[in-house]
Structure formats: structure tokens, C-alpha cells
């Protein structure tokens, strides 16, 4: 397909910029761009929505932590790259709205509107990162798009919560039940049902204590979402893949 003048122009004030600003891609080293367009292509295909089970609930995700998608989200997440959030966000695009409308469909006459919440990073990443990379990501994943469910943070962690990579399964199961709802919160999620959003689900050990901590205060957590889920550490009871279109 030929490419239109808007692509063709901004392709060459991409030259123009790299000639200045030196770059590379983030995936696979070439040249003048941060992320080139081969791995932008293989970023958006297939589009595809991968589903799994985590503990009897249902968790849609864009794909595997690998390639393309697993080298953008690292140098979004801790290298500063904030401008890969409208690539990212229109990666979670299709999960994300796929769970609303799962939540959605699964209480029709639900008076309350579903709440989409995202997991809470330690205030110490918040602060080197200066963004929450999470709700960046959702805020980028629905602009433009009419989604019938609320946005709030309403989960914290608490004292001690350490990053879970590099962790022992007992220690990393420790860790991760370091997160609590905020008090100002209480009110808002109770009897509410809950879209829980992710960057990467691994073991599954964090989205389990951030159900656990919402059901707790009455909520119901009605469908999981993640950017990716890491292939390897498969070893938590999730069930092989299936995959579903979105
Ligand atoms: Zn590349």
C-alpha cells in the first residue's frame, strides 16, 4: 500500500529530527527512529486479544512480554521514554475495551458503572519515573473512545513493597501482598465491579493481593488486563493459551 502524503511528511521530518538528535530503535537497533517501522509493524500484529484464567477470572492481554512490545515498554517504563505511551496505550486498546465490555456485559442492569483500576507503583518509581506509568497508559489506551466505566487510583502499597523482579516465589508472594486500598477509596469501590489493569502479569502474585484487598472492601474484581504477561514463570496455575479475537 502506498504510503499517504501525512505518512510520507512525517517520515521526513523524522529524517530531518534524527539528523540533529540522533536515535536508534529501541527493538532492534536500526537506525533514525525510535522505534523503526518493522517493529512498529510487528508491534501491531497480529491484533489479536490473548485470554487466560487467573484463579476463575478472566485476564485479556495484547500479547507475550517479548520482542517489539516487551523493548518498548521497558524503555517506557524505566528509561524515561514517556513519548512511547500512545504506541503502548493503542496496544492495550483492545484488551482493555474488550474487559469493559466483559464487565460490563456481566452485570447489564448493574446500577454502578464499572471502575477501572490500575495497580500502584511505589511512590520511589513514581518519583524517578515523575509519571504514573500505568494510568498514563490507560488514559492513552481510551482517548477518543467512549468507555462506560469509571477511572479512579484506588489501590496503594505499603510500607515495604519492594520491586517484584529477582524475587524467590515466597519472598515475590510476600512482597506482593503489600498493597491496600486507600481509605478515601472505601466508599467508591464497594459493591462496584472492577477491571484491573496491569503492565505485566508474571506469576499473577499482584493482581491476586489487589483482588484480595478489593474484595475485601466489597468489591468485586470482574475482569484482569495486562499489556503483556511474561511467557516463562508460567508455573501459577494459569492454563495455556488461548486466543480470541478482539
Ligand atoms: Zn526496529
Redesign the pocket.
Known sequence: MADSPARRLRELMLDLSALVWPTS?V??G?ADRD??R??RERLSEPPEVMSRELDGVTCLARGSYEGPLRAVLVAFKHDGRVGFSAMLGAELRAPLLSAVRLATERTPRALLAPLIVTMPSRPAGVRRRGYRHLDVLVAAALRGRRAPALRARVLRTTRGRIGQVGLRAAERERNARRIAIKRSARRLVRGRDIVLVDDIITTGASMRAAREALEQAGAQVAVMVALCVAERQDASGVPAKSRVKS
Open positions: 530503535c527493538a532492534c536500526a522505534c523503526c518493522t517493529c
